[in-house]
């Protein structure tokens, strides 16, 4: 059977793709699905080859199961839905045309589920998903000027036991009130993460986030408070539902301190002209940043209990592209993988997550062509 391959031009995939690939799959294997004639999109857009070189067999011990293989599958598990990895094993060993994709031959072959599980690990430490996504977006998305980035988070529920928050040696003296007595010296207040983040590198931003399981609580859409145990995770969004940039935080670090790393992180991709946020992002360190990249702010105005002043019509016409991110947040829970958690700890958390955003921009990418 012809080997899935890469190729950096997108109109060049897609034609090769329709014309070739998919008509010798069938001739040889029978006719596709919708979802099969996907996952080949996704699998042709990966370059997995340039990131799994690391693992092969350097000829100690017994050859390794190709990472390449294992890489596939895990794609695939987010493609067909399928909720857990023994769903996947029996899928691969029940079903040829997907187990002859992922690069197995006989059901025979199919590793069993420990074998899965060290991979994933494997993937999980080195983030390889996140290598694959960061590459398909320089691809496709890096050279060309980008109108809009939305900006939003999302919750991710996780099978774990909230870890509690790490008390201080010794508590904090309450802060006086009102102005200080004559002759009296106070302490400077210290400094917020956020007045910190504009003057740090992106990797001392990120590395300052904390990413440990605990309790998150918001706000729903109808005004109800709602809480859940897990992650958060911050998605940049631009325009054609296209994520580029992804950050995995605790549930209860608020929306506003990962605006600046991520602005960050997503300036180092692509090359963009509005930043969209909803109030929750609405402070004053995050405008300066956007407009010190070069960018123009449109951030819906927090009232913080006062009266809520209303964007320009301009922007207020432009903020409707905002909900860009809202889309993605919903397809990548609802169709790649977000509401099905089964992993724990944060890496293996944003891998599982990052495996779906890799099916889910490669699908976005081809939807553009199509």
């Known amino acids: 059977m012809e080997r899935l391959f890469f190729m950096s031009d997108l109109t060049t995939i897609f034609h090769h793709l329709q014309r070739q690939l998919f008509p010798a799959l069938v001739a040889e294997l029978g006719a596709l699905s919708a979802l099969d004639q996907q996952f080949c999109e996704v699998i042709s857009l990966t370059d997995l080859g340039r990131f799994t070189r690391r ?5 100690n011990g017994a050859p390794p199961c190709s990472r390449i293989w294992l890489a596939h599958a895990f794609i695939a598990k987010h493609v067909y839905q399928f909720p857990t990895t023994s769903a996947l094993i029996d899928a691969l060993k029940s079903r040829p045309l997907l187990r002859q994709l992922c690069g197995w031959e006989s059901s025979g072959e199919i590793p069993s589920e420990p074998t899965f599980s060290r991979a994933f690990a494997e993937f999980a430490q080195d983030q390889l998903p996140q290598q694959i996504h960061e590459h398909m977006v320089k691809t496709h998305a890096g050279p060309k000027l980008v109108g809009h980035v939305s900006r939003d988070a ?7 036991r909230p870890v509690a928050k790490p008390t201080p040696a010794a508590p904090a003296a309450p802060r006086k009130r009102g102005r200080p007595k004559q002759g009296e010296v106070r302490p400077p207040r210290p400094p917020k993460r956020l007045e910190l983040q504009p003057a740090r590198t992106l990797a001392e931003n990120l590395a300052d986030l904390p990413a440990r399981c605990d309790v998150g609580c918001k706000r729903n859409s109808k005004g109800h408070q709602e ?3 897990g992650y958060k995770l911050h998605l940049d969004t631009i325009d054609g539902d296209f994520p580029v940039s992804a950050v995995l935080t605790s549930a209860s ?3 506003s301190q990962v605006a600046i790393p991520l602005a960050q992180l997503t300036a180092q991709r692509v090359t963009s002209l509005y930043d969209l946020m909803d109030s929750a ?3 004053p360190q995050i405008h300066a940043f956007s407009r010190h990249l070069g960018h123009v702010p449109i951030i819906d105005p927090n009232p913080r209990g006062g009266e809520k002043l209303p964007l320009a019509p301009a922007e207020e016409q432009r903020f409707k592209e905002r909900t860009a991110s809202e889309r993605v947040n919903s397809l990548l829970k609802e169709r790649y ?3 099905w958690v089964r992993v724990r700890g944060a890496a293996k958390v944003m891998c599982h997550l990052m ?6 921009t490669a699908t ?3 939807a553009r062509l199509c």
Request: aromatic content about 18%.
């Open 55 to 59: 693992y092969e067999w350097c000829g």
């Open 154 to 160: 999302t919750a991710i529920e996780a099978p774990e």
């Open 227 to 229: 809480s859940w145990i």
């Open 253 to 255: 670090v608020h929306d």
């Open 281 to 283: 992002y609405d402070a």
């Open 337 to 339: 993988g977000g509401r």
């Open 355 to 360: 495996f779906g955003l890799v099916a889910l």
């Open 364 to 366: 976005a990418l081809f």
